[in-house]
């Protein structure tokens, strides 16, 4: 014991008594001199630390998850806090007889082989400490030799937000070697001893619930003989149920009341439309900045759209119902009247019926104008003066001047002018036709579109 002591005591002075160096020659007295229950340990003269322990050999990975510290969507990144820990056998090193296991100093590691272990989707990685740092290395009786670290790690996820919200992330992250191929090192999640956290294939699933997501990891076997833990971020869709698609949908259910309202009331209608649609507008301007890029149209926006398009559809049918208001009112029945004209003088001038004892009885009176005579009809004749002015103004009105010469109009020209009439005068009718087809159709094509939106979404 004594001989060992003065070794020891140099060790602690070159060392500082905390920490080791990285200096070769004090390693090789760390190696030498390490204690367990008052035996030392030795590393063989003939090993090398280039070399794995065999032909293909097998790394375990275990991570125990501690917790989710954030998920950027901007930079697509997660971070995680973790204990990470490798494990392998090495049958070139020897533990004292009768002991479990050995804690060697973390500096150790640079005397003996270490995988080669690579994250591909690793962007930074810290290992924490507090009085020092949170990693250790222990060597079993069994020959296998144990790396623990602790450590925030940020991973890169390339993540897709053309379904946001309703978008669920699958981030892969693969722990595998950079150097050897997979004839000499292989990883795979610890099937034996197993440790706490993440496990074999199947046998266990963590979750972790955020504000925005439920986190879950799975393990997983990769192509590339590596170990591979996958991530999936699923939104939480509760809010933006609540936020978005409720309001929107309370927007589009209020613009049908605009249908109930006396088309002749335009203000209370026109207010009624207007909110509701600067409302969506308002709505989707929020939604778009606050939600992640994608490349295409995200499943919000396609939504947000498509409510704006049924409030504008509501305000169009009002003004079709408006403009056929004011044709029914206006010129409806002057287009009566000339159809009738126009049927009269295609059949030309009604003869005149006169008496032609009244017509030597009645006196002719006149003045004469510019060397002629013009007759003046006495008053027993006005009802033929206004016969006479009402077909002139007919032969003048402007339907007459559509008729082609031949005195007859083509048979497609008359039935679109026909079914052009009946559109009108049916949307602009007193009794609000349009606007009782307008309550039954608008509903039963937002329900349709209720249907197809989150079958094709969620599926």
Same mark, same amino acid.
């Given at each position: 014991m004594w001989k060992l002591l003065m070794p020891l005591l140099a060790l602690v002075a070159f060392g500082g008594g905390a920490t080791f160096p990285a200096n070769k020659?004090?390693?090789?007295?760390?190696?030498?001199?390490?204690? /367990?229950?008052?035996?030392?340990?030795?590393?063989?003269?003939?090993?090398?630390?280039?070399?794995?322990?065999?032909?293909?050999?097998?790394?375990?990975?275990?991570v125990n998850i501690i917790r989710v510290s954030g998920v950027d969507e901007n930079k697509q990144e997660i971070t995680l806090d973790v204990f990470l820990q490798v494990s392998w056998t090495e049958d070139r090193l020897n533990v004292p007889h009768r002991v479990p296991f050995i804690d060697l100093p973390w500096e150790f590691r640079?005397?003996?082989?270490?995988?080669?272990?690579y994250i591909w989707q690793l962007q930074t990685m810290k290992i924490l400490s507090v009085l020092q740092e949170m990693a250790s290395l222990r060597l079993y009786a069994n020959r296998t030799v144990t790396v623990s670290i602790g450590a925030t790690i940020t991973i890169k996820c390339d993540m897709d937000f053309v379904l946001y919200p309703l978008d669920v992330q699958n981030c892969d992250i693969d722990f595998g070697s950079y150097k050897y191929t997979t004839e000499d090192v292989r990883f795979e999640w610890r099937e034996?001893?197993?440790?706490?956290?993440?496990g074999p294939v199947g046998n266990e699933r963590s979750e &972790?619930?955020?504000?925005?997501?439920?986190?879950? &990891?799975?393990t997983a076997k990769s192509e590339h003989s590596a170990a591979r /833990?996958?991530?999936?971020?699923?939104?939480?869709?509760?809010?933006?149920?609540?936020?978005?698609?409720?309001?929107?949908?309370? &927007?589009?259910?209020?613009? *049908?009341?605009?249908?109930?309202?006396?088309?002749?009331?335009?203000?209370?209608? /026109?207010?009624?439309?207007?909110?509701?649609?600067?409302?969506?507008?308002?709505? +989707?301007?929020?939604?778009?900045?606050?939600?992640? %890029?994608?490349?295409?149209?995200?499943?919000?926006?396609? *939504?947000?759209?498509?409510?704006?398009? +049924?409030?504008f559809l509501?305000?169009?049918?009002? &003004?079709?119902?408006? +403009?056929?208001?004011?044709? %029914?009112?206006? *010129?409806?029945?002057?287009r009566q009247d000339l159809r009738r004209a126009a049927s009269a003088a295609q059949l030309g001038p009604p003869p005149l019926h006169i008496n032609h004892?009244?017509?030597?009885?009645?006196?002719?009176?006149?003045?004469?104008?510019?060397? /002629? +005579?013009?007759?003046t009809l006495s008053v027993e004749d006005e009802g033929l003066k206004q016969q006479f002015e009402h077909q002139a103004i007919q032969r003048d009105s402007p339907i007459l001047e559509s008729i082609p010469p031949g005195g007859r109009a083509t048979g497609f020209v008359t039935r679109m002018r026909g079914v052009i009439d009946n559109g009108v005068m049916f949307c602009g009718a007193q009794h609000g036709a349009l606007d009782k087809y307008a309550l039954m159709i608008f509903p039963m094509c937002f329900l349709l579109f209720n249907v197809i939106y989150w079958t094709t979404y969620l599926s």
């Open positions: 020659e004090l390693l090789e007295c760390a190696s030498q001199i390490l204690y /367990m229950d008052q035996h030392s340990y030795q590393v063989p003269t003939d090993y090398n630390r280039n070399i794995p322990p065999g032909k293909n050999t097998t790394v375990y990975i275990g640079q005397l003996i082989w270490t995988p080669d272990l034996v001893a197993r440790w706490l956290g993440l &972790f619930r955020l504000p925005k997501y439920v986190v879950t &990891f799975v /833990m996958q991530i999936i971020l699923s939104r939480e869709l509760r809010s933006y149920l609540l936020e978005s698609y409720l309001p929107s949908s309370l &927007f589009v259910i209020i613009s *049908w009341g605009s249908f109930c309202v006396i088309p002749e009331i335009v203000p209370g209608r /026109m207010v009624l439309l207007v909110t509701t649609l600067l409302s969506l507008v308002t709505m +989707f301007d929020t939604v778009s900045t606050n939600s992640p %890029d994608a490349l295409e149209l995200k499943c919000i926006e396609v *939504w947000l759209i498509s409510c704006t398009i +049924f409030v509501a305000l169009l049918e009002y &003004f079709v119902v408006l +403009f056929g208001i004011r044709y %029914d009112k206006s *010129w409806s029945r002057r004892l009244q017509r030597l009885s009645t006196p002719v009176t006149g003045t004469p104008q510019g060397g /002629m +005579f013009s007759p």
